[in-house]
C-alpha cells in the first residue's frame, strides 16, 4: 500500500495546494478517484473486482494546470503513471501508433518504478559490497593484496591465475619470514582508512564489471515494435544454452567505480520475477494514464480525410478505457483498473461530440477555469516550486540575492496576463517567457555581481521591459 492512498481527500488536496493554485474542484474530483482506491482494497474480492474507476475528463484552456495536478497526483501516490497525447494515436491503416503503445509504456514505467525501489532496499548492503571490489582492485593494482585472499587479479596487464596451494603456501611463509606480510597489513589498513574517509576519490582504478549490452532483435508483429524485442540473451535460453555473462575491464575514478559496482551488486540481488509479477499488478490496480489532447480527435463532421482517422482513434481508445486485455513483454495486463485522466481545452469542439461509448467513460467531467492576474501573482510565489524561488536559487549559486518586491511581482503578474488576453492565451506558461525576458541580462551578468542583492521591483521591470511591455500595437514583435 503506498502513502498516497491511504491519505484522505483532504489531506490530498492540500497536497496538490502545495503545488497547484486554485483549481479546487479539479482537485477534489482526482482526490475522490484516488482514495476510491483505497476504499475499493477495503471490499470483499468478489465486490471489489465490480468497482470500477470513476475515469475524469479535465476542460480547461491551456496552462491552467490540468497536466500538473495528473503529474502531482501520480507522484503523491507513487503510482505508474504515462503522459500521451491523443493526437499521436491513429487507426490502424494511418501514420500513428498504436493505442495499446500507452498500457506498453505504463507497463515500462511500473517495472523501472519497482526496480528503482527493490534497489533502494538492497543498497547498504550493494554499497558495502562494492566498497570491498575497490578496496581488493586498489590492494592488488599496489600489490599489497593479502595472501589469503585468491583470486583474478590485473597484474602487468594481464590477468594473474590464482596460485596452487603448494605455491600458495611457499609465498605466505616466505612473506611471514621477510616481515613483508605485516607491511601490507599496515598498508592495507592505511588504504582502507583513506578510501573510507573519501581522501582518494579521484584515484583511478581498474574494475571487472560486467557487460551489460546484449544485442537485441526487434520484430515488427501485430502488437507493434515496441512489444517485439527480443535479446539474444532470450535467445540462447530458448536453444537450451546457458547465458554467459560477459565482463570487461575499465579504468575509472573510485567515485565512478562506486556508483558503477553498487548498481551492479544491487541487481545481483534483485529478483527479476518478483519485481516484473509487482509491477503488473501496481499497473493494474494503481496505474494512471493521462491522455491530453483529447480534444483534438474529434471529428469536424466531414466523411473522409482525417475525420474517418479521428473517428477510428476514439473507437481504439474505448476498448482501452472499458477494459482490456493487452500484450506486453512481462505478460497479459488488465485495463479494467487503471484510471484514466483526459484533458482538452475544447476551444472548437465540446465534450458532447465524442462518440457516445466514449463519453460515458469518462463519468466524472471538470471545468478548469481561466487563470486571472491575482492567481497569476499566486503562482509566482506561493507554490513549493514557484518560478521565484527557482530563479532566486539559480541566482543564489552565483552568491547573488535576488529580492522579488510585491510591486514588482505585480507588474510581471499583469504584463503576462495581457499578454495572454491580446495573445494567444498560453496560461500561466507566459510567465516564463516574461520571467526569462526580464532577467536575462542579469543572468549574463551574474558570475560578475557576485556579493551583491539585486530587487526586482516595479521600476526594474518597465526599465528591464521598456515602455512597450504593455503596448499591444508591439508586443506580437517582442514574443
Not at 474507476?53 to 502531482?72: H, Q, S, V, Y
Not at 511500473?110 to 543498497?123: C, I, K, L, P, S
Not at 573510507?196 to 579521484?202: D, L, S
Amino acid at each position: 500500500m503506498t502513502e498516497g492512498i491511504e491519505l484522505t481527500p483532504r489531506q490530498i488536496q492540500e497536497r496538490l495546494d502545495e503545488y497547484v493554485v486554485g483549481q479546487t474542484r479539479a482537485k477534489r474530483a482526482v482526490a475522490n478517484a484516488l482514495r476510491n482506491r483505497w476504499r475499493r482494497r477495503q471490499l470483499p474480492r468478489d465486490l471489489a473486482d465490480d468497482v470500477y474507476p470513476k475515469n475524469i475528463l479535465l476542460m480547461g484552456p491551456t496552462g491552467c494546470g490540468k497536466t500538473e495536478i495528473a503529474r502531482r497526483l501520480a507522484s503523491l501516490a507513487r503510482a505508474p503513471f504515462v503522459k500521451v497525447e491523443a493526437t499521436k494515436f491513429s487507426e490502424v491503416g494511418y501514420h500513428g501508433r498504436d493505442v495499446e503503445s500507452m498500457v506498453r509504456d505504463l507497463v515500462e514505467n511500473a517495472v523501472a518504478m519497482v526496480r528503482r525501489e527493490h534497489a533502494e532496499r538492497v543498497q547498504d548492503q550493494a554499497r558495502a559490497r562494492a566498497e570491498e571490489r575497490i578496496f581488493d582492485a586498489l590492494c592488488a593494482s599496489r600489490g599489497i593484496l593479502d595472501p589469503k585472499q585468491v583470486g583474478y587479479v590485473l597484474q602487468d596487464g594481464h590477468i594473474w591465475r590464482p596460485p596452487t596451494m603448494e605455491e600458495f603456501e611457499a609465498r605466505q611463509k616466505e612473506a611471514e619470514e621477510s616481515g613483508e606480510a605485516a607491511q601490507k597489513a599496515a598498508a592495507r589498513e592505511e588504504l582502507k582508512r583513506s578510501l573510507a574517509a573519501g581522501e582518494i576519490e579521484t584515484d583511478v582504478v581498474e574494475i571487472e564489471v560486467v557487460d551489460d549490452r546484449t544485442p537485441t532483435l526487434n520484430i515488427t508483429g501485430p502488437q507493434g515494435n515496441d512489444a517485439m524485442g527480443i535479446d539474444a540473451r532470450a535467445l540462447q535460453e530458448i536453444w537450451g544454452r546457458q547465458p554467459q555473462r560477459k565482463t570487461k575491464v575499465r579504468r575509472l575514478t573510485i567515485a565512478e567505480a562506486r556508483k558503477t559496482l553498487e548498481d551492479e551488486e544491487a541487481g545481483k540481488m534483485l529478483d527479476d520475477d518478483r519485481i516484473q509479477t509487482e509491477a503488473l499488478d501496481r499497473v493494474e490496480n494503481d496505474g494512471i494514464l493521462f491522455i491530453d489532447e483529447i480534444d483534438k480527435i474529434i471529428s469536424s463532421g466531414g466523411g473522409d480525410g482525417p475525420d474517418v482517422s479521428r473517428e477510428g482513434v476514439q473507437r481504439d481508445l474505448l476498448s482501452i478505457v472499458e477494459g482490456c486485455d493487452v500484450y506486453t513483454r512481462y505478460g497479459h495486463v488488465r485495463t479494467d483498473h487503471i484510471l484514466f485522466l483526459a484533458a482538452g481545452a475544447f476551444h472548437f469542439h465540446k465534450p458532447s461530440e465524442l462518440i457516445p461509448e466514449l463519453q460515458g467513460r469518462f463519468p466524472v467531467r471538470v471545468a478548469l477555469r481561466p487563470l486571472t492576474e491575482a492567481d497569476f501573482v499566486r503562482i509566482l510565489t506561493e507554490p513549493r516550486n514557484s518560478l521565484v524561488k527557482q530563479y532566486q536559487a539559480l541566482f543564489k549559486t552565483e552568491h547573488v540575492e535576488l529580492e522579488f518586491q510585491p510591486d514588482g511581482l505585480e507588474r510581471i503578474a499583469h504584463l503576462a496576463f495581457r499578454q495572454n488576453d491580446l495573445l494567444q492565451n498560453i496560461g500561466a506558461r507566459r510567465l516564463f517567457t516574461i520571467l526569462e525576458m526580464l532577467l536575462e541580462d542579469l543572468s549574463f551578468h551574474a558570475s560578475e555581481r557576485s556579493g551583491e542583492t539585486i530587487s526586482v521591483d516595479r521600476t526594474l521591470v518597465d526599465e528591464v521591459l521598456g515602455d512597450t511591455a504593455d503596448d499591444p500595437d508591439l508586443i506580437p514583435y517582442q514574443l
